[in-house]
């Protein structure tokens, strides 16, 4: 009782900024190319990941958002095929049946296959080979926009902010980019309470936004949430107890915030 005064105010406060900004999406819309781009006609945005399953349990509001804009090109580039458990064939094919849920062609999806950058949280990535994958792929697709982790990887895992470092390194050392500009955007980690707080989380997402003129928010809205749940039920390998309450209760399914890297 004593909580009630603060925790019904920020309950309301936080579902009505919510069904603002999905009725109203341009109110937290801003620029995610580099200015030198904004006339190209049509935008190329990559998702860098870690595993098969990390684009719905965590870029979901974004990569739903993106996926239904007519003038936004959108790729996948997945660091491992998810053979922790020896089902990496399978979660592969998953992966391209999750990304066509999402409205995305299956040429649009790359998965890397290399010892090197195998799903282990006890093996280390290489940086500078992570760098190097994501360069390459950046350069074939003269890509605009990339979204990845960012240095504490949401959930700590150790592929996952290797996946940042290495983009990361790419962003700031890379000598194409002086030419060819892309911006680098890592998805902010939130605390444990703020993660499975849904879409509560929405007015202490929205200081995120206006605490810096280059972060970005995307909400995402019934309809895309549904699509996020839809794409997890292709990973049928991974649709275990614990990941069916994290698409329920996870902020993460009806909120993504980016700092810019670059």
């Not at 005064?5 to 190319?33: K, N, T």
């Amino acid at each position: 009782m004593i909580l009630a005064p603060i925790l019904v105010p920020l309950l309301l406060a936080s579902v009505a900024s919510y069904i603002a900004l999905c009725w109203r999406p341009q109110l937290a819309e801003r620029s995610m190319v580099p200015a030198k781009k904004q006339d190209k006609q049509q935008k190329h945005v990559l998702f860098v990941t870690a595993h098969p399953d990390d684009e719905c349990m965590f870029f979901t509001p974004t990569l739903a958002s993106l996926a239904r804009q007519p003038h936004v090109a959108v790729s996948l580039l997945c660091l491992s095929k998810g053979d922790h458990d020896g089902h990496g064939d399978v979660r592969k094919k998953e992966l391209v049946k999750a990304a066509v849920s999402f409205g995305l062609t299956p040429d649009s999806v790359i998965i890397v296959d290399d010892p090197n950058l195998p799903d282990d949280p006890k093996k280390a990535w290489n940086v500078a080979l992570v760098a190097k994958t994501v360069e390459a792929v950046v350069a074939a697709g003269d890509v605009d926009t990339v979204f990845t982790f960012d240095r504490q990887g949401v959930s700590g895992h150790p592929n996952h902010i290797a996946a940042y470092m290495g983009v990361k390194h790419m962003a700031l050392t890379s000598q194409r980019f002086k030419f060819h500009p892309v911006n680098v955007y890592a998805l902010d980690s939130v605390g444990l309470v703020r993660k499975y707080s849904s879409i509560i989380d929405t007015v202490f997402s929205l200081g995120a936004l206006v605490s810096a003129k280059s972060n970005l928010l995307f909400v995402a809205d019934i309809q895309a949430y549904s699509a996020g749940v839809q794409a997890m039920a292709m990973h049928e390998s991974q649709l275990v107890w614990f990941r069916k309450l994290y698409l329920a209760f996870s902020r993460y399914m009806f909120i993504n915030t980016y700092s810019k890297i670059n």
